[in-house]
């Protein structure tokens, strides 16, 4: 059984996501599949970064400072401190925005099941 973790952004490391001309994303994965096979949980600093993906995994998205920015299904998404996204599996979509968040995906393992290293 695992153990109750605090997690702190500020001690973790932020790699490189996301580089286009109008800015910078970096994400901190706190708890991986080796914690959780159920999710994953970590912090995100985008700023100004516009990355395109499709959901492997549910995701919720909740921020923390700024404001960031979320485009589905033809619907662009400015979340605040205070306010959070869930965003189902399958969903094509642009992160973007200036924000620090934080995510929970689930399943964990994501990777593992489809076959990503």
């Known amino acids: 059984m695992s153990e109750v973790r605090l997690v702190d952004s500020k001690q973790l490391i932020f790699n490189l996501r ?9 994400v901190a994965r706190a ?7 159920n999710m994953g949980i970590g912090f995100a600093r985008w ?4 990355v ?19 485009t589905a299904n033809g619907q662009k998404y400015e979340v ?3 306010q959070m996204l ?7 979509l642009i992160y973007g925005g200036h924000a620090l968040f934080g995510y929970v995906v689930h399943p964990g393992n994501w990777k593992e099941i489809h076959g990503i290293e």
């Open 18 to 26: 996301g580089e286009t001309p109008d800015g910078m994303a970096y």
């Open 31 to 37: 708890l991986g599949a080796d914690v959780s096979p």
């Open 47 to 50: 700023e100004g970064a516009e």
């Open 52 to 70: 395109s993906w499709k959901l492997l995994y549910d995701e919720v998205i909740f921020v923390i400072e700024g404001c960031f920015e979320l």
């Open 80 to 82: 605040r401190p205070g």
């Open 86 to 92: 869930w965003i189902p599996e399958g969903t094509d």
